[in-house]
């Protein structure tokens, strides 16, 4: 789930100095997907907003001055002030017309560089305004499940429960929707951090005035600084990136968000115990090999690497500080003999700690321990990384760690000695926060989730099947029924299929395959059990996909399934399905109940704790079906798989695979949550992070906290206060019904524009979607490998991203209108207003297509249409544009506003004059994308530059991409 809402920014401020840098100021702060305070704000706030933009504009104009001359902050200027007079359309053509390719790229840079300013000062002072604010997230939540304690409501014990097993994981992704490089993000934190310095009350005046003249240095930095990435990043690019995020909120979050839900549930009389895992991360860097052949078993291996190198990095700066605090003395305190025997024990295993530290820590027990565990710490870091030819190092007991387990229990013996010895306030204070952060962190940051197509798995079953005639009929003969029977058996029977001398004898896709799972024994035995933990099956469509990445993990190792039933089985490895279509989810319930009533497959999730993974797909649901049936039908998937999961006695772990726009998933955090079905959260959830989402939500530390105490507030208050309905089954079978009309009804008007044979020229013709490719923001490809060129080829990444860059952003609201007025029509109009009052899920979701509306413009959709398209494709916008009227009209007389984002003023606002810098910035990727396309396909490279750069502009202004 993505940023909590999007959220306000400043008015545009008037100018009042003269000349064109000052006039750069002009204009709003940030606005679009991400985090919100609340959807409102105070006058000053707003003031101050605008008064900080307006700065820094001006700041970015002299910056441009300096380097590019007045002559082209002049050119600036009229071609802003032009693209926001309709009337004036033929005049700023002709004027983009005559602007250099060179002088282009100076017009997109400048544009874009404000929108960056703009962004990150609407950040910086969306944190501000949080820290000042009573609370929210846990603040708000643990009195509420007070409340219901004392009410009778829920039982202490039951809150326990949930606390004991809850574990909310953000999973890092590689998906291609950052545009801004990681040089500029960082630019552009330390401008936020010295712009926040510099407003500090309480520092001298030399440091002030120091700080206003970093941030002039930042600004003329950030002109200086290219945007544009010279080369696609490499998984381990993208992992460096993953791993900035993750070492930040290892160090700068975790400890004390973790800290506040101990000491709040303690309020409550509930425990969350020091191992407990509330907040953990995971990622996909480095694992997704789904259409991505950059991502190798030797680059998942390496890219781990980094993880464990980083991660020990971290684990030894807790351990440092520890060193530091520790330094109880054996003239003051007692220490324990459990502790004392520990030490023995260490000078016999690591003498030249003992020889380098004793002396100094002679009467400091404390911090000599943790000279040990230092060591070994360092030590686990040498073995991870790999020597020799083998790559592996062996694990040598007591003079490095197996595993964070090992750690964490010399953690806890320095904690029951000084629990045991007078010290509790130290024992429950920064030895627990080390604790927790340990536990939450583990020797790698993240655990890292291992994705595949389905087909791969069955092409080298094939292979194996085949060579071992273990079937009747060739296994590419079979059908699913038959391919389920066969492996159901398989399973069942223990033998392997193939000897190790078969596994290395496969080619082609089936030894990719084997060696991909290798690679996933090899990586738990260097890293440790939590390194990998879920290997995801991309287009799942029958059980039988997932029975075949069983029957594999089995070939090689990771899993063994006793013949006697009664024998626990091993499974080093969960099996997570995707449902990724409309079909699949409607499928999702009776998939997963004949999935676990295969009697081996269940001794698998036994042997995994009796949790069950499932990935919901929101990006390509929309896709396939449009925003109304996708949303609805992950709604409903999420209470069959609940119903079937309490059937069969399995904890349910949902993965939310969301995008950062409303098209793919995305929207406010916290109402998403909440606005699940009742029970289908229990206390575990994963959803994924991706691209511009990361930074929006973690680049800033306040809106770190902010985000994560939102989203773990979130699943808290799920699992414990919305287990059961509050209304009644009549009720829920009327809403129920109604939104059957509304999905149906919008499914068939968006299939019949995607059916339509305009619409992919037309889409081509009038987004840069075939320039994408070139703006080298992620390694994968945007299209799916060995398809026909047609849209079911265009991932669902580039499908969003082209229609936002145009304003047409079909993927966050075509559809809906035509399902609003189905339902209307069918005498449902009562009904859609409950449930827009009553009702998180139809809220949440009319929310988001609102947002989506307001930031559609199809006056400047328009421009694209009339320059690019051909005649005989041009009148699909009018075909949109019915669409958009009829979705604006239904929406507004279910809310009862009479505009869209009525209540939710500042942004509005915001959204509106955002438009007075993006619509120079469409109309000079309009002229651009003219000029490119007549040169076919020996592009100017200047030109391509300059045309990339809008792409990026516009992002920037958008706040996302797909």
Known sequence: MTPASPSAGPSAPGSSAPGPSASLARGPGAGGEGPSVDGVSSDAAHAQLRASVRRLAALLGEALERHEGPELLDLVERVRHLARRPDEGAELSRVLEGVEDGTAVVLARAFTAYFQLANITEQLH??????????????????????????????????????????????????????????????????????????????????????????VELVDLLWQTDELRVERPQPADEARSALYYLSSLATGVLPDLLEELDQRLDGIGVHLGHRARPLRFGSWVGGDRDGNPNVTPAVTLEVLAQQHETGVAVLLRTVDELVVQLASSTQVVAVSDELRDSLERDRELLPAVFDLRHRLNAEEPYRLKLSYVRERLVATGR??????????????????????????????????????????????????????????????????????????????????????????????????????????????????????????????????????????????ERFGDDAVETYVVSMTKGVDDLLAVAVLAREVGL?????????????????????????????????????????????????????????????????????????????????????????????????????????????????????????????????????????????????????????????????????????????????????????????????????DERLVPFFLAATPVDELGHLNIGSRPARRPGGTGGLEDLRAIPWVFGWTQSRINVPGWYGVGSGLAAAREAGRGDALREMYETWPFFRSFLGNVQMTLAKTDLSIAQRYVDTLCGPEHAGLLEVLRAEHDRTCAEVLAVTGQSELLESAVVLRRTLDLRDSYLAPLHALQVELLKRSRAQGDDVDPVLRRALLLTINGIAAGMRNTG
């Open 126 to 215: 969306r944190a501000q305004e949080l820290a000042t604010r009573p609370g929210a997230g846990l603040a708000l939540t643990v009195p509420r499940i007070a409340q219901a304690l004392e009410a009778g409501d829920v039982e202490r014990a039951d809150v326990q429960a949930v606390v004991d097993r809850m574990e909310l994981r953000p999973v890092f992704t590689a998906h291609p929707t950052e545009s801004s490089r990681r040089s500029v993000l960082d630019l552009l934190s330390r401008t936020a951090a010295a712009l926040d310095r510099a407003g500090d009350p309480r520092r001298r005046a030399a440091d002030a005035e120091a700080d206003e003249r970093r941030v």
């Open 383 to 524: 073995r991870v990384a790999g020597a020799g030819a083998s790559g592996v190092r062996v694990h040598e007991p007591g003079r490095d760690y197996a595993d964070v387990g090992e750690l964490l229990d010399e953690l806890e013996l320095v904690q029951r000695s000084l629990a045991e010895n007078g010290c509790g306030l130290v024992a429950e204070g920064v030895v627990a926060r080390a604790l927790r952060t340990v536990a939450a962190s583990g020797l790698g940051l993240a655990v890292l989730d291992v994705r595949e197509h389905s087909e791969r798995h069955h092409a080298a079953l094939e292979a194996l099947v085949d060579r071992a005639r273990a079937g009747d009929r060739p296994y590419g003969d079979l059908d699913r029924e038959e391919r389920r029977a066969l492996l159901s058996a398989e399973l069942a029977g223990g033998r392997p299929l193939a000897s190790a001398a078969t596994l290395d004898a496969v080619e082609g896709t089936a030894a990719e395959v084997v060696e991909l799972f290798r690679t996933v024994r090899t990586a738990l």
């Open 559 to 755: 899993v063994d399934l006793p013949a006697d039933p009664d024998v626990p089985a091993t499974a080093r490895l969960g099996f997570a399905p995707l449902f990724e279509t409309i079909t699949e989810l409607e499928a999702a319930g009776p998939l997963l109940g004949t999935l676990l009533s295969d009697a081996s497959y269940r001794r698998l999730v036994a042997a995994r704790g009796d949790v069950q993974e499932i990935m919901l797909g929101y990006s390509d649901s929309s896709k396939d079906g449009g925003i109304a049936a996708s949303r609805w039908q992950i709604h409903r998937a999420q209470r069959a798989l609940r119903d079937v999961a309490r059937e069969h006695g399995v904890q349910l772990r949902l993965f939310h695979g969301r995008g950062g726009s409303v098209g793919r998933g995305g929207g406010p955090t916290g109402e998403a949550i909440l606005a699940q079905p009742y029970g289908s959260l229990d206390g575990a959830m994963k959803v994924t992070e991706q691209g511009e989402v990361i930074s929006d939500k973690y680049l800033l530390h306040g809106l770190a906290v902010h985000n994560l105490d939102v989203a773990l507030s979130a699943v808290l208050e799920a699992s414990v206060l919305h287990r059961a309905s509050v209304l009644g089954r009549e009720v829920l079978d009327v809403w129920d019904a109604t939104m059957d009309v509304v999905a149906a009804a919008g499914r068939d008007r968006y299939r019949a524009l995607v059916e």
